[in-house]
């Protein structure tokens, strides 16, 4: 059935425009959310919101239903995937690293979307026809867990507690580079590059990116560090790492042009834990995975002796 939600606008939010002011609260992206006020599912006092930048006032009341998505165009395919956990809400996932997380141009199929058309009954449908189930998203050559909502209900809190930095994310990393200090935190905009589309940059007019970043182990002109992020922009911790000057070992696109060491892959980049509230009981939930056997081959072969 369509998901129906609403809200009452406080008196901090007023002046807000409708699109922004739905898309804080459900984990819808923005031209999602026009799309739907143009067909007219926003209502702001109980009549159809005519545009998206309409102003809101303070104990106005807005509500938005959310369709049923169409059946997914992704393909079901038969390909293996590791799943820590499943009940009827949400499930967690290992991706591999190679994989890209649902199908773009480039990338019909193979993706983790076509395993959980296959391993899984039933995904949520906010993401799209393309995205079925998926909260959030990590590179193709980062490997490690992945929330995945099984239905509309699970998908907007999970998204939700994402967009409040409450949702706990956890990366190991091996970088370039020596630290002076055991800890630290980079605080800095990240959008897209001024030059290259492909890529992302610090930027004074970014969105706002926290990590927080931890040696944990000092190696031969290396370190394995640990990350814990804020916020979950694209390519965050490659970006941020890189703007310190200890990118990713194997990072293609942020490592430097020559690379004192030989890895093949991608980045040696693993999201091992994440930890949120499940949408239904309450309880917190807290998952942890191994990296795996490059980034452990690495690790070794970077350890003084």
Known sequence: MAEKLSWT?????????????????????????????????????GEPARKAGVKLRARDEVELTVPDAAPARAEAEDIALDVLYEDRDLAVVYKPSGMVVHPAAGNPGGTLVNALLHKLSGLSGIGGEIRPGIVHRIDKDTSGLLLVAKNDKSHVSLAAQIKAHTVERRYLAIVIGNFREEAGTVSAPVGRHPTDRKKMAIRLDGREAVTHWAVLEPLRGAA??????????????????????????????????????????????????????????????????????????????????
């Open 224 to 305: 394995l560090i640990e990350c814990g992020l804020e916020t979950g922009r694209t390519h965050q911790i490659r970006v941020h790492l890189a703007s310190i000057g200890h990118p990713v070992l194997g990072d293609p696109a942020y490592g430097p042009k020559k690379s004192p060491f030989p890895v093949k892959g991608g980045q040696l980049l693993h999201a091992g834990v994440i930890g949120f509230i499940h949408p239904t009981t309450g309880e917190r939930m807290r998952f942890e995975a191994e990296p795996e056997e490059r980034f452990k081959i690495w690790r070794n072969r970077l350890r003084a002796d």
């Open 9 to 45: 606008v406080d008196a901090a939010d007023s002046g807000a425009r409708l699109d922004a002011y739905i898309a804080d609260r459900c984990g819808l992206t923005r031209s999602r959310i026009s799309s739907l006020i143009a067909e007219g599912r926003a209502l702001v006092n």
